[in-house]
């Protein structure tokens, strides 16, 4: 079993980010305000090594803003901290997170020569058309050119998109997880778009320019997105916005904000798969839906509402769950009297 990983997180709010892109306030979401120092990286490592249980994996993670996009000399100063706790053996990696037209092979040197192991890029979008009303300057070719950079050079990369961004679709947000697939990166986060307060998003849809991406609509689409990763062999790290104080006390006013948004999509997914089973069944039957170990409230759903609407739409007389050995997301259909 391999050991577990800790982060160590040091946030660079919108350091770098040559300008605010229409959905983010990383002030807000992070709850951090000001860039970071080379002290910051300091306590943050100190931190860790007195909270942190002994024996894990800790990864210092910059994350945030654009880091291959600060200044050089500030980013030299945050990852030359970085790499003498890395060669003193106070941390195992690094990661940072950037946008896909702030690399190029100079970046990737520099990042090589101070150690880092993980590049996570804000693709968002591999629609050009979603990019440019998300105002995020940079389009869909260069995620794929980015791509290509950071594995040719050998990082682990993390890929982020988006569902819900003005504009989108459930077919064009479909698609693009099916390009990010063909990237092949070794993880992917999927951020449901959330209304944050302050933010060009914000301003659209109170003047009625922005349908808001609910949570049903998040839930609807990332069950037919996280699939696709999973049949990949490419892990979901993240699904949805990690909740924060700063989020659930008022600054996520509307969207994809759920705390169990992760779980929503797993029940819509088991509850997908037993209508495709379910399909064509004689009313009046009594089944029982056999799932994988641990997914007994999943596929039951938010109270009981799976149930309640496969026992309508297929008029069964009865549904029952039983749980299996493995804990997988098949589910196995068995009739009785
Ligand atoms: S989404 Fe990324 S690039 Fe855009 S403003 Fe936020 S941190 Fe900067």
Request: with cysteine.
């Amino acid at each position: 079993m391999s050991a577990r990983a800790y982060i160590v997180p040091v946030f660079v709010p919108h350091w770098g980010c040559p300008h605010a892109c229409v959905f983010c306030n990383q002030r807000r979401i992070s709850g951090a305000n000001k860039p970071a120092s080379a002290g910051d990286v300091k306590n943050a490592i100190q931190q860790a090594a007195a909270f942190l249980p002994k024996g894990g994996k800790r990864q210092l993670a910059f994350y945030g803003g654009s880091f291959t996009a600060i200044p050089v000399p500030d980013q030299e100063a945050l990852l030359g901290t970085a790499k003498e706790a890395l060669d003193r053996g106070e941390i195992d990696a690094v990661r940072l997170s950037t946008r896909p037209d702030a690399i190029d092979d100079t970046v990737l040197e520099r990042l090589k020569a101070y150690g880092v192991e993980t590049v996570e890029l804000g693709a968002q979008s591999m629609d050009d058309e979603v990019l440019r009303r998300a105002e995020r300057g940079h389009t869909a070719q260069d995620v794929e050119r980015a791509s290509r950079l950071i594995k040719a050079a050998g990082f682990r990369l993390i890929l982020q998109m988006m569902t819900g961004l003005p504009g989108a679709t459930d077919e064009s947000d479909i698609e693009t997880a099916r390009r990010l697939v063909a990237l092949r990166p070794d993880g992917v986060r999927v951020y449901p778009t959330v209304i944050v307060r302050d933010t060009a998003l914000f301003d659209l849809w109170q003047a009625g320019k922005y349908r808001e991406h609910t949570v049903e609509d998040a839930v609807r689409v990332c069950a037919k997105i996280v699939p696709l990763f999973e049949e990949a062999g490419i892990p979901i790290i993240r699904l949805g916005l990690n909740p924060t104080e700063e989020l659930s006390g008022g600054a996520a006013v509307g969207g994809a904000y759920h705390p169990a948004l992760g779980e929503l999509v797993k029940s819509r997914i088991l509850l997908e798969k037993a209508r495709a089973l379910l399909n064509g069944i004689e009313p009046g039957s009594r089944v029982t839906l056999e799932v994988g170990r641990g997914k007994t409230s999943q596929m039951a759903g938010q109270h009981r509402e799976n149930l309640r609407r496969l026992t309508d739409e297929f008029s069964l007389a009865d549904v029952k769950i039983k749980e299996k050995p493995e804990a997988d997301m098949e589910i196995t259909l068995h009739l009785y009297e």
